[in-house]
């Protein structure tokens, strides 16, 4: 009965994270759509005024502030209030509290938005009206006009969260990709109807932040009656969110701070446009990366943590931990070898036209090699921090969080002070790359400081699979390398080919000789979490 239920769980689980998936990669590839329409479109200077400092470090920042305070504490409160307290109406009587607040809070931030611009740009820049008065004047209105996004957004995060309560994934999940469809309809709408393309941007990310919340309410269509103004802040569930939520805002506003310190602060620092384009696009691409397979991962593996943490199972904990991270790293790495070496052709295939120029594919180009460098180490605290919250263990992640959120920031202020106007493609590897060395650095202080907990990824074992992966990954990268200078040197101008075709015979030919040599390293090294993923998956499709 034990295993039936076991294997009917897995089965639930594995389907809910496919679900999940799809939806994820509607959203991703919405978001790889957006940002190619806007780098043809958009001029590199509008681009860091408009998206980057506007919406991303003010209006985006704020809203994630809300949604990782929320997440990890509403749902486990709502659930048990359904399924242990009082039952559904206790737990909506809950829900019905957070919205009715947070309601009252987003539209009060969103009028100071409007009426406070120019402080809000003063304070996440370094533009004035007497240095950089168009771009000061141009943030402003954009502050101002995108100030509704917020009310949108921050509710969208709590129906998310609804939904989930009541199992249904995919539209949760689709209300993101909804959001970034409706902005890319208005954005392309203003270049066949001529209008102002910055205006109509801006009103898409609008309209499509209020439509993300419109997909969560027909998800939840047959709850609608349960939505009902009211303020309760002494019942027991709305005690319990407060306690969960006050350890983690130090951490959040910590590292909140370190996003707009490294993409606005410093890069605002000089005269020079496109900077702020080519470190967000490189970020959003390595994102991207991470948000697939990994963050999918943590999601499914969430409940057996939690599960497992409830026996007191420590060494299973340690187990699927190690297991789970030995996959992922031998996965990622090579996969970021690969991107480091084919990011110029993957740039310019995905970017290049319009005002996405050659200077702008070589500076995102460097953006992209360093960020994605993170990746491995990204994809294994996805993992840990799911196991952290399964233990409770919030003021471990808050302190670790903030002692490498500060340390990111001091290597962005060097390469400032050290690089600054001298070399600006040196000044971004240096914020790029500050970020992958800290996190990576913090991914290894979570693992130490998990081994107090469960035995995770012992020494010996650990330092010998890296090793096996680190010269497959190497061996291969080299292939890559030499291959991609015969085509450069050789094939490509002798079959006449440029541009995007060029690309996509660089990518596919580069990708092709790298594959197989790391699959063949893999073979020979004995790396099983490589040769032993046909027979897991075919088990896992029998199932």
């Not at 009426?115 to 141009?138: C, G, H, M, Y």
Request: hydrophobic fraction near 55%; aromatic fraction near 12%.
């Amino acid at each position: 009965m034990g295993e039936n239920k076991k294997a009917s769980l897995e089965k639930s689980i594995f389907k809910a994270g496919f679900i999940v998936l799809i939806a994820h990669l509607l959203f991703k590839f919405a978001g790889l759509i957006q940002a190619k329409v806007m780098g043809h479109y958009l001029p590199q200077e509008v681009f860091d005024v408009v998206y980057v400092a506007a919406f991303e470090n003010c209006i985006f920042m704020l809203f994630l502030i809300g949604q990782e305070i929320l997440g990890p504490a509403f749902l486990p409160v709502f659930m048990r209030e359904m399924n242990e307290a009082g039952g559904e109406d206790s737990a909506w009587s809950f829900a019905n509290t957070v919205l009715t607040l947070q309601f009252i809070i987003l539209v009060a931030a969103a009028a100071i938005l409007a009426i406070f611009p120019n402080a809000f740009v003063r304070f996440f820049t370094q533009w004035t009206a007497d240095s950089d008065p168009e771009k000061f004047q141009l943030c402003a209105k954009s502050i101002r006009l995108l100030s509704p996004t917020l009310i949108g957004l921050s509710l969208g995060t709590t129906t998310y969260l609804l939904l989930n309560g009541y199992k249904r994934f995919f539209l949760a999940a689709l209300g993101d990709a909804v959001w970034k469809f409706v902005a890319i309809g208005f954005l392309v709408s203003a270049t066949i109807f001529s209008k102002d393309t910055v205006t109509m941007l801006l009103c898409g990310l609008v309209a499509g932040a209020f439509c993300k919340v419109g997909t969560h309410v027909l998800g939840l269509r047959d709850k609608v009656r349960k939505f009902r103004p009211m303020l309760d802040f002494k019942s027991p569930a709305f005690k319990s969110l407060c306690l969960l939520v006050l350890p983690l805002l130090i951490g959040i506003f910590v590292s909140r701070a370190r996003d707009i310190f490294n993409n606005v602060y410093v890069l605002s620092s000089l005269k020079e446009s496109g900077l702020m384009q080519a470190n967000s696009m490189g970020r959003k691409l390595q994102s991207t990366f991470l948000f697939l397979v990994p963050y999918t991962l943590s999601v499914v593996a969430f409940p057996y943590f939690c599960e497992l943490v409830d026996k007191n199972d420590t060494r299973k904990i340690g187990e699927l931990l190690t297991k789970f991270g030995r996959i992922l790293l031998a996965l990622f790495t090579p996969f970021a070898v690969y991107v480091a070496v084919s990011a110029a052709p993957m740039t310019s295939l995905l970017f290049k036209g319009g005002h996405f120029d050659s200077t702008a594919v070589t500076r995102t180009a460097v953006s992209l090699a360093c960020y994605t460098a993170v990746l491995p180490a990204a994809a294994l605290e996805a993992l840990f921090m799911q196991a952290f919250f399964a233990n409770r263990r919030m003021v471990s992640l808050t302190v670790i969080g903030i002692v490498f959120s500060i340390l990111s920031m001091l290597l962005s202020w060097l390469g400032m002070t050290v690089f600054g106007p001298k070399n600006s493609l040196m000044f971004l590897a240096s914020v790029a790359g500050g970020f992958a060395l800290t996190r990576s650095l913090k991914t290894v202080a979570l693992v130490q400081i998990f081994k107090q907990t469960a035995p995770v990824f012992p020494v010996a074992q650990t330092c010998g699979f890296l090793i096996r992966v680190v010269l497959a990954s190497v061996a291969a990268a080299a292939a890559g390398w030499f291959t991609g200078m015969l085509l450069n040197s050789k094939v490509l101008p002798a079959l006449h080919l440029e541009g995007r075709q060029a690309d996509i015979v660089w990518l596919g030919a580069v990708g092709a000789v790298f594959g197989v040599v790391y699959l063949a390293g893999a073979w020979l090294l004995k790396l099983d979490e490589i040769r032993g993923l046909p027979a897991l998956l075919k088990r896992r499709k029998g199932n």
